[in-house]
């Protein structure tokens, strides 16, 4: 049986290389070698034209909607933090099209850090662009926290009703978008994972998973995405 093919979204960067200095398409080698321990087989998609979404999705057995810069707040009816990172525009255009191709089309999903954002801003959500100031404290830009997950969802049925995870963050989810459900919390009951109701793997967390030492989130993905 055939490796399922897993897209992972990317950067758009100037690097260097030898004495190159050009754009270059930029994935952190930790989500491609946690789809390749799963058992799936990475491959890294540049953010060009939304209109290739849909033919992405297409090839596709399933999807990682990787972390980044933040969600440009226009697009959810909010003005952008000073405090916060400058919004990758031509990364929100393409990835809006293919989280909603990915969902039109059952294709199963990972959605990670500023992938859930993005779904929930697809699904007409809305986000906090700088949460330390909702919160009055910055425990979410610790290294490392506790998350509390329901049994029943399919993230609880991964990895269970509780785990420490790897993901500081600044912005959060406000107002969560249609069809999707809250699945995992913070000990403030910010929310720290969802599901879209129906899908057949449509899950977004707040946290790395590609970091940590356990993979069963991205088994999980994997395992849905089989052919």
């Not at 398409?25 to 799963?38: G, I, N, Q, T």
């Not at 859930?116 to 490392?144: C, F, K, Y």
């Amino acid at each position: 049986m055939r490796r399922p093919l897993i897209g992972i979204t990317a950067y758009l960067e100037a690097a260097r290389w030898g004495a190159w200095v050009r754009e270059a398409v930029l994935s952190p080698h930790a989500y491609a070698r946690a789809v390749e321990k799963a058992a799936g087989a990475p491959v890294v998609l540049p953010p060009m034209s939304p209109y290739a979404a849909a033919d992405y999705v297409r090839g596709l057995d399933g999807l990682i909607l990787a972390g980044g810069a933040p969600v440009d707040p226009a697009l959810y009816g909010e003005a952008r933090d000073p405090r916060a990172e400058e919004p990758q525009a031509h990364r929100d255009r393409f990835e809006m099209a293919l989280a909603e191709a990915a969902i039109k089309g059952n294709l199963p999903f990972l959605a990670v850090s500023r992938g859930m954002h993005l779904v929930n801003v697809v699904q007409g959500g809305t986000l906090i662009p700088w949460l330390p100031e909702s919160v009055a404290h910055d425990r979410h830009a610790t290294p490392r926290h506790a998350v509390s997950v329901s049994v029943s969802s399919a993230l609880g049925k991964a990895i269970g009703d509780h785990a420490e995870v790897t993901g500081p963050h600044q912005q959060a989810l406000r107002r969560l978008g249609t069809g999707l459900l809250a699945v995992a919390w913070g000990e403030d009951q910010i929310v720290e994972g969802i599901e879209l109701q129906g899908h057949r793997f449509g899950v977004g967390v707040q946290w790395h998973p590609e970091r940590d030492a356990d993979n069963r989130l991205i088994e999980a993905l994997v395992d849905a995405a089989r052919p």
